[in-house]
């Protein structure tokens, strides 16, 4: 059995090759040309090559030398985080801005495990609020405070 | 003297009201974000961009300047009273400022930093107007085999001067000039990598992508660590250095402020290297190495000094080259873009208003930092008592609600959320974001450099060595990368992180 000495270079070289392989999937069909008259193929073909091969390097050397392990993940806040950029993008154009600004507050304020709710319901309530204020106020963007477009 | 007289007009355009309104707006951001550890000046800069889309061009670069010099003195108070780095450039001072704190002497450190960023704020301005329009006119000779050169330099300094794994860093590189490719390609108008998604065909935007990058997974990673109450080491006590001090830190100052002076210009030196390099001369200098880890007063000097004077001649290659040789500059190149500047050298010639007025704000915003820096320090230890659990929400929702703002396009904040995830993962990973994100702005420019270059020679790549100052530049890279290789080299490089 092989063991990974290296566990963060070992997925970084994993995650290298990934990225390399889809690039190279993709852009199968781009014209690559040649180094004097470049195709629009012609980087990212080379370059994802590139990244394939330092992927595999890493991962390699990753079995061989010892490095530090990846450091543990807390779902909770991770997941809170990336929950609230999306409501975001899924509430602004609906429901306007100010209720989109307090519901993803209330949700990213779920991802600190020390959140005191009447807190966070006055912060949420103090962004929505500032939010208007300086986006649409101060700097006149074209968003609508309130809406319901459903 | 030209430049007296092109430096009055600058001052005339940086002093207008609304100018300055802007500087100390710039300033007191920077300072902020510079005092509080766990944002940094890149998620800043990209979370105010979309504000600066109302701005003229002169106040709004004059503001995203100030918050990169203001975060440099910002992040010395966190680092000397807390052994935290407020920012990643103060990550040294935390060693001697906190022990000199804990000697009751934390307001004479504060003040040592300060004066020592602002003297060498004033001698980086005055290098930047003096060289910049000769380095600008000397630029002018440059065509396409010169900036493709200059672009690859930059890329493999980024990476010799990463911190961490030199490979790696090669890695993110590739991968940003990958991502960096997005979208039409400028020849044969074809599409690439857009899966489809017309808000793809320009490329991917920059915005999300440093927004998600550094700003989010800061949180992210942030959240991932015990949160905790922050507490003051020491009283700041009497802002007065002694005699002695002074007599100690001023060498130092001035060695820090050539040292960060020369690193800034160089591509990806800038305000982090700057810091270390000054640290490691010092201690190496110093009659007296022992004190140092102990409250030596040159190991606050020197470093503090030097990465002021490396955030601000950092701005010398964007200035007259339009080439970003750090992350900060690859985002000031994105305001000058939605500005609809070009950045190059043709800023000095067309808009001397601009570059003028930018210099002459620089000036003007140290001063007001060491205003703002020392007698209000007061207002900035409180500030640092606000918990984490309040400060990210707000963080949140700036950059949600700044990346929709771009383009009302709800597909950049699905986006966002992408590059959050990812930069995530890089962080835990221990890959750099750095080089990904220079990798990503220049990934366009060197292939339309490359391809211009082949027109140009009618396909011969020679042409890259037979004209003398690309040629100069590639040998510059080669020794580059013959640096990395050399273990010798590689020895002092770990122990220079290392400390």
């Known amino acids: 059995m092989i063991r990974v000495k290296n566990p963060q270079d070992f997925w970084a070289g994993l995650l290298f090759i990934a990225f390399g392989a889809a690039a190279l999937w993709f852009g199968r069909d781009f014209p690559v040309?040649?180094?004097?008259?470049?195709?629009?193929?012609y980087l990212p073909l080379y370059l994802s090559w590139g990244v394939v091969g330092i992927g595999a390097f890493v991962t390699l050397r990753a079995l061989a030398i010892e490095g530090p392990a990846v450091e543990p993940s807390r779902i909770r806040p991770q997941v809170f985080i990336l929950l609230a950029i999306v409501v975001f993008g899924l509430m602004i154009e609906r429901f306007g801005l100010a209720p989109a600004v307090a519901v993803i507050a209330l949700i990213a304020s779920f991802a600190s495990y020390e959140m005191k709710i009447i807190e966070s319901l006055v912060l949420a309530a103090g962004l929505a609020a500032a939010s208007i204020l300086l986006f649409i106020y101060l700097l006149a963007q074209s968003m609508d405070p309130w809406a319901w477009n459903i | 003297m030209e430049v007296f007289q092109n430096l009055a007009a600058g001052f005339g355009a940086a002093a207008t009201p609304w100018n300055l309104l802007f500087c100390l707006f710039g300033c007191l951001i920077g300072t902020l974000i510079g005092v509080?550890?766990?944002?940094?000046p890149i998620a800043t800069i990209a979370m105010l961009l979309p504000i600066t889309f109302g701005l003229d061009p002169l106040g709004a670069l004059i503001m995203l300047a100030g918050i990169y010099y203001g975060a440099q003195y910002?992040?010395?108070?966190?680092?000397?009273?807390?052994?935290?780095?407020?920012?990643?450039?103060?990550?040294?001072?935390?060693?001697?400022g906190y022990q000199m704190a804990l000697k009751g002497r934390a307001g004479s450190a504060l003040a040592i930093a300060a004066g020592g960023s602002f003297f060498a704020g004033?001698?980086?301005?005055?290098?930047?107007?003096?060289?910049?329009?000769?380095?600008?006119?000397?630029?002018?000779?440059?065509r396409s085999p010169e900036y493709f050169a200059l672009m690859l330099f930059g890329l493999v300094a980024a990476v010799v001067l990463a911190n961490g794994s030199v490979i790696k860093a090669v890695g993110m590189v590739i991968l940003g000039l990958l991502f960096g490719l997005t979208g039409t390609e400028s020849q044969s108008g074809m599409v690439r990598y857009t899966?489809?998604?017309?808000?793809?065909?320009?490329?991917?935007?920059?915005?999300?992508?440093?927004m998600g990058l550094f700003g989010f997974a800061e949180i992210m990673t942030n959240l991932d660590r015990k949160e905790g109450a922050r507490v003051l080491?020491?009283?700041?006590?009497?802002?007065?250095?002694?005699?002695?001090?002074?007599?100690?830190?001023?060498?130092?100052?001035?060695?820090?402020?050539?040292?960060?002076?020369?690193?800034?210009?160089?591509?990806g030196g800038g305000a982090v290297m700057s810091s270390f390099a000054a640290y490691t001369l010092e201690k190496k200098l110093s009659k007296r190495p022992q004190e140092f880890g102990h409250g030596a007063v040159e190991g606050v000097a020197g470093p503090e000094s030097a990465n002021n004077a490396g955030a601000q001649t950092s701005f010398i290659p964007l200035l007259t080259l339009g080439i970003p040789s750090t992350p900060v500059m690859a985002i000031m190149v994105g305001a000058m873009t939605i500005q609809g500047i070009a950045p190059g050298t043709a800023i000095i010639t067309d808009r001397p208003d601009l570059f003028w007025?930018?210099?002459?704000?620089?000036?003007?915003?140290?001063?007001?930092?060491?205003?703002?820096?020392?007698?209000?320090?007061?207002?900035?230890?409180?500030?640092?008592?606000?918990?984490?659990?309040?400060?990210?929400?707000?963080?949140?929702v700036m950059c949600c609600v700044g990346a929709y703002s771009i383009s009302s396009s709800t597909f950049l904040v699905t986006l966002m959320a992408g590059f959050a995830l990812l930069g995530y993962v890089f962080a835990k990973l221990g890959c750099e974001a750095a080089p990904f994100l220079l990798g990503f702005v220049l990934g366009p420019l060197m292939e339309e450099n490359f391809r211009r270059s082949m027109v140009l020679s009618f396909g011969d790549p020679s042409i890259f060595v037979v004209r003398p100052i690309s040629a100069t530049i590639l040998v510059a890279t080669l020794g580059l990368v013959l640096l990395i290789v050399l273990p010798q080299f590689r020895k002092t490089r770990d122990v220079a992180f290392q400390e």
């Open chain 1, 33 to 41: 040309g040649t180094a004097m008259k470049m195709g629009p193929g």
């Open chain 2, 36 to 40: 509080l550890p766990g944002i940094g």
């Open chain 2, 74 to 96: 910002g992040g010395s108070t966190t680092a000397i009273l807390m052994r935290l780095p407020g920012e990643s450039s103060s990550v040294v001072t935390c060693i001697d």
């Open chain 2, 122 to 142: 004033c001698v980086a301005t005055v290098l930047i107007a003096a060289f910049a329009p000769i380095l600008a006119s000397f630029a002018e000779q440059f």
């Open chain 2, 195 to 210: 899966f489809g998604v017309p808000e793809l065909y320009d490329g991917i935007d920059f915005v999300p992508l440093a």
């Open chain 2, 233 to 267: 080491a020491a009283k700041i006590g009497s802002l007065l250095p002694t005699r002695e001090e002074l007599h100690r830190s001023m060498p130092a100052v001035l060695r820090g402020t050539t040292m960060g002076s020369l690193l800034g210009i160089l591509p």
């Open chain 2, 357 to 396: 007025g930018m210099i002459a704000s620089m000036w003007l915003g140290n001063l007001m930092l060491v205003i703002i820096n020392l007698p209000m320090i007061g207002i900035w230890v409180r500030l640092l008592q606000v918990p984490y659990r309040l400060m990210f929400p707000c963080i949140l």
